[in-house]
């Protein structure tokens, strides 16, 4: 079985921009969270989709948002990108939805530079 | 405070040694997750316990949920052991993981 996949691995944005990443879950899985991992912060939740709807948001801007298609696929968007944003943002997917008696699958991961 | 606390935050060690990783928290929980995080970014869920002890090779981990705290032990340490590992728990009012900072593992031969 194939594992998660994110595209693109690296991408490299400028202040204001806009990005949108993707993540492809296992198959089968119908839940995605999404995670931001910086040196300051360390791993932090983002948000989780299950079966298209969002069923978990963490503390972050509106900026950030997110939406699931029917297949489970995921994109995560960050619009007007600060300096700040700068960050591995990683996707996880396990079979049904919540952190709490589900294996998370993680992805390689799409890092993220905003100069 | 952090939620979740790990220690130590480096460890370095000779192959064949013993290794315990420590992780305490403060939040309610239903569950915890030990995870593997190697160089390049990639992470490996290694278990997800929420009571006693789980044992997958040479990597044993335990959870004492009165005293908030789970230990992540490597047998006969290997240079390939060499990661970060991360403890996250998943809030039991939130169910949200919340992360440690994690803690770098250096086995040398």
């Known amino acids: 079985k194939a594992g998660v996949t994110q595209t693109p691995r690296y991408l490299i944005k400028t202040r204001g921009q806009q990005v949108t990443l993707s993540c492809s879950p296992i198959?089968?899985?119908?839940?995605v969270s999404w995670y931001q991992q910086t040196p300051g912060q360390g791993l932090q939740f983002l948000f989780e989709?299950?079966?298209?709807?969002?069923?978990n948001k963490g503390n972050f801007p509106g900026r950030f948002s997110g939406r699931q298609f029917s297949n489970s696929r995921s994109e995560m968007n960050v619009s007007t990108l600060e300096l700040g944003d700068s960050a591995l943002y990683l996707c996880?997917?396990?079979?049904?939805?919540?952190?709490?008696?589900?294996?998370?699958?993680f992805g390689p991961g799409t890092r993220l530079t905003v100069l | 405070k952090n939620e979740v606390e790990q220690s130590p935050q480096n460890l370095t060690a000779q192959e064949g040694e013993f290794i315990t990783i420590n992780c305490s928290y403060s939040?309610?929980?239903?569950?915890l997750h030990w995870l593997q995080q190697h160089p390049g970014g990639g992470i490996v869920s290694l278990f997800m316990?929420?009571?006693g002890k789980k044992k997958h090779g040479r990597l044993i981990a335990t959870i004492n949920i009165q005293e908030k705290h789970s230990s992540l032990h490597i047998t006969a340490s290997h240079p390939r052991d060499s990661a970060v590992y991360i403890c996250?728990?998943?809030?039991?009012?939130?169910?949200?993981?919340?992360f440690g900072t994690g803690t770098r593992l250096q086995v040398f031969p």
């Open positions: 996880a997917s396990s079979l049904t939805g919540g952190s709490s008696y589900n294996e998370q699958f």
């Open positions: 198959s089968g899985h119908r839940s």
């Open positions: 989709y299950f079966s298209e709807t969002q069923r």
């Open positions: 939040v309610g929980i239903s569950a």
């Open positions: 316990l929420s009571s």
């Open positions: 996250a728990v998943a809030s039991y009012n939130t169910d949200k993981l919340i």
